[in-house]
């Protein structure tokens, strides 16, 4: 099986910053192309945040573009979100995903994290 655990959401002030952490672990996992975060707020859709992909090549939404920043550890199988200037709208469960290529299989697949809450408030 392979999970996607998250860690590092919280309660901060806005202005503040929170660095989330996402970690990939299970059997047989070949190789991670994208890996990304989401985020949702209540009443809303599910939106991206932002992504990276295993040459590091990145996008982010608008709304987070010069605050956040994404980044992996390859070797750790782990994506990071620095998140800086939040503001309250930032406000949200924040969930990872990747795309996992299985060893054995081949086949890829898209997981899911359970998701972290992130709320911004003074």
């Known amino acids: 099986q392979v999970q996607l655990v998250e860690s590092g959401g919280g309660l901060v002030q806005p202005g503040g910053s929170l660095r989330l952490s996402c970690a990939a672990s299970?059997?047989?996992?070949?190789?991670?192309?994208?890996m990304g975060w989401y985020r949702q707020a209540p009443g809303k859709q599910r939106e991206l945040v932002a992504r990276?992909?295993?040459?590091?090549?990145?996008n982010y939404a608008d709304s987070v573009k010069g605050r956040f920043t994404i980044s992996r550890d390859n070797a750790r199988n782990t994506a990071f979100l620095q998140m800086n200037s939040l503001k309250p709208e930032d406000t949200a469960v924040y969930y990872c995903?990747?795309?996992?290529?299985?060893?054995?299989?081949?086949?890829?697949?898209?997981?899911w994290g359970q998701g972290t809450q992130v709320t911004v408030s003074s």
């Open positions: 995903n990747a795309d996992i290529r299985r060893l054995v299989t081949g086949l890829t697949r898209t997981y």
């Open positions: 299970g059997s047989n996992i070949g190789s991670i192309n994208v």
């Open positions: 990276i992909t295993s040459g590091d090549s990145t």
